[in-house]
């Protein structure tokens, strides 16, 4: 937010402001910011690990180095496009694992009898703990 505040606000010389803004705004977007980097960094990774695993299995014959030195515009943008596939994905993810319990709870209530059902829409009768027992309830 520094950088931003100095490239559009170049007369703006309040780094408190801007430095605690840039943190609310960090602490609000954490999940986004966790998915960027996990994303960008797996993308790297792979990306540097496809392209040595081509140069040894064309025994040499292929330089990653110098075809990356080529192709810098579409590496950049095959990056940009897997890193934001990623986050599509963990996102999915992330929503899918959310309603796990909920599936699993309808799945399992298919089985239950209309008497079982109703049982366990019912509080227990009984006192539940020592505190319970304690005061008489």
Known sequence: LWAISQRVLPS??????VFLTGGIIGTLLYRLQIR????????CIATHSILL?????????FEP???????VLGLNLAVVVVSLLGIAVQGQ???WLDGAASRKR???????SDAEREQLKRPPAGPR???AQLIGR
């Open 53 to 61: 695993l081509v140069e040894a299995a064309t025994e040499q014959r």
């Open 65 to 71: 180095s110098v075809w990356a030195g080529e192709n």
């Open 93 to 95: 993810w992330e929503t």
């Open 129 to 131: 703990g020592w505190f």
């Open 36 to 43: 960027l980097l996990t994303s960008f960094a797996g993308t």
């Open 106 to 112: 309808s799945r399992l209530m298919r089985y239950l």
């Open 12 to 17: 703006f010389q309040e780094p408190l402001i």
